[in-house]
């Protein structure tokens, strides 16, 4: 079990707590009940579309590239354009004010006390605000 680690609590020397690091804030979030399986299930298209539109940052080296700055007449295949429309359909589908909490948490992964700083939101409203997301792209998605 590599992905579990144990870390101190902030503010405690003396607690501890297990986490599992291959664990997304949104499956944590439906282990524990706070979203349903509803919202779970449009969040985790949601990322999957992100992440075959290839929308993130590389952590490797692209080895295609080239030197003398000619193309490598390497083009993203079709699959890859198709997530990337799913995925700006299903963002715009969300709206503004919403879209943000939830790309923060379900495609960058950060956790809701994490996004709630970086959006200059009180502790505790992220969640309230990833809900009503989630349940508009589930909504969007056709989801029961």
């Avoid at 706070?34 to 985790?44: H, N, T, V």
């Avoid at 193309?71 to 429309?85: C, E, F, V, W, Y």
């Avoid at 959006?119 to 989630?134: H, N």
Wanted: charged share 25%; glycine share 10%; net charge positive.
């Amino acid at each position: 079990m590599r992905d579990l680690v144990e870390r101190a609590m902030p503010g405690s020397a003396r607690r501890r707590v297990t986490v599992n690091l291959a664990e997304s804030p949104l499956g944590w979030l439906r282990a524990r009940k706070l979203i349903d399986a509803r919202q779970f299930e449009a969040g985790e298209r949601l990322r999957a579309d992100y992440e075959m539109a290839a929308l993130g940052p590389r952590v490797t080296m692209q080895w295609e590239a080239r030197v003398d700055g000619g193309t490598t007449g390497l083009d993203p295949t079709l699959s890859q354009i198709a997530a990337k429309r799913r995925f700006d359909a299903a963002i715009d589908t969300v709206g503004p004010g919403l879209n943000d909490v939830l790309w923060r948490v379900v495609c960058a992964c950060e956790g809701l006390p994490t996004a709630e700083k970086a959006l200059g939101w009180p502790a505790r409203a992220g969640r309230v605000v990833l809900t009503l997301a989630l349940d508009r792209l589930a909504s969007h998605y056709g989801l029961r």
